[in-house]
Structure formats: structure tokens, C-alpha cells
């Protein structure tokens, strides 16, 4: 199991890093950075998560864009395990998608409908009773003020799922929401 999940991380960031333009490549790409703020649902899920998205637009086509880059997180805090509070930090990277509806409000203003997903590898255990690894997935609506021809603002707010989707039997998931800020600016 450790070797397949060794091969998938390769794969996936052979995946995100290679050169090479689609046919629908935005010429006009960007990076944007995206920072989370998310509390759990619930209060047997005391998890605080906070996590840097540092996505590439590859393709945009009207009003619809992707993106694919990398998300490091910081999960901290406690869930309810085995009817004890168990500690459930740890730190977790890995590749990421986002799908971006835009529409145009003003000349610089425009709301949006984000949802990504990924896969994460942490330091450890994730949470207590977990796995190593677990699927991120996030939606939300943004709202992106444009600051420049190349520079934009954008504030949200996320609703997120971690989950290890099943694999392995025992699936302690959790969910979370909260604010999302970032930037986007051309290099």
C-alpha cells in the first residue's frame, strides 16, 4: 500500500508541474494564492484548519476557468475518538483542482462559485484514527475585486469535507467552513 501511495504522490505532482499548453491554454495565466480560515461543524470535531492554495489557471472558456496547483494545510485541534478527546494536528500536502464560475458584476467587482478537491498526504495520523492520507473538497462563493489589469482581490467564504474516502475501512472525516482571502497576480 505504502508503494501505490508513493506512486499516486509522483504521479500527481509529475501532473501539476509538467510544461506543456492545451489546447484551451489561457494565455493569460495567473497564480493565485488563497488562504482558509475554517472551524468545524460540529463539537466533536474541535479541528481549526488553516491552509494556503497556490493555484495556476490552465484553461478558461467564457465565464468558467480551471486551475491545478498545491494546497499545503495546518489542521489542529482535538476530535472525539473512541468516546475520548484525541489530539488530531498534523501538517498535509498535495495536488489540487479548482473549478471557477465567474460572473461579472461591475467593471471591477465579480462573484464567483469556487470548488476544488485534492488529495493530501500528512506528517501523521489525520485525524486521530485516520490515515495519512484524505481527500480535501471545497466549495463556496467568492467575491473578486479587480485592483489591476493583471491583480485581483478575492474574499469567500468555504464550506470544506476531509475524508479518506472509506479506504482502509475506518473513515473519521470532518467537515468545516469558514473565510477564504486571497490574491491573484501575474508573474
Known amino acids: ?29 495567473k497564480i493565485e494564492m488563497d488562504w482558509d480560515y475554517l472551524a468545524p461543524f460540529t463539537s466533536n470535531r474541535d479541528i481549526d484548519t488553516v491552509s494556503l492554495h497556490i493555484v495556476k489557471k490552465i484553461y478558461e472558456k467564457n465565464n468558467r476557468s480551471v486551475y491545478r496547483g498545491v494546497t499545503i494545510t495546518r489542521p489542529y485541534g482535538s476530535i472525539d475518538f473512541t468516546k475520548q478527546n484525541q489530539d488530531s494536528s498534523a501538517v498535509g500536502i498535495g495536488p489540487v483542482y479548482m473549478i471557477r464560475n465567474e460572473k461579472e458584476l461591475s467593471g471591477k467587482l465579480s462573484a464567483a462559485l469556487d470548488l476544488s478537491g485534492g488529495f493530501i498526504l500528512y506528517d501523521k495520523v489525520f485525524p486521530a484514527g485516520g490515515r495519512y492520507y484524505n481527500f ?33 475501512g475506518h473513515n473519521p472525516s470532518y467537515n468545516a467552513h469558514g473565510v477564504s482571502l486571497g490574491f491573484m497576480t501575474q508573474f
Not at 508503494?3 to 491554454?25: A, D, E, M, P, R
Not at 471545497?138 to 489589469?149: C, M, S
Not at 469567500?156 to 474516502?165: A, I, T
Request: charge should be positive; aromatic fraction near 18%.
Open 1 to 29: 500500500m505504502r508503494k501505490f501511495i508513493c506512486f499516486v504522490i509522483v504521479i500527481n505532482f509529475l501532473l501539476i508541474f509538467t510544461v506543456g499548453n492545451s489546447y484551451c491554454y489561457a494565455a493569460d495565466s
Open 136 to 168: 480535501m473538497w471545497r466549495v463556496g462563493p467568492q467575491f473578486i475585486y479587480k485592483t489591476g489589469e493583471n491583480s485581483s482581490l478575492n474574499i469567500g467564504y468555504m464550506f470544506m469535507h476531509v475524508s479518506n474516502g472509506g479506504l482502509g
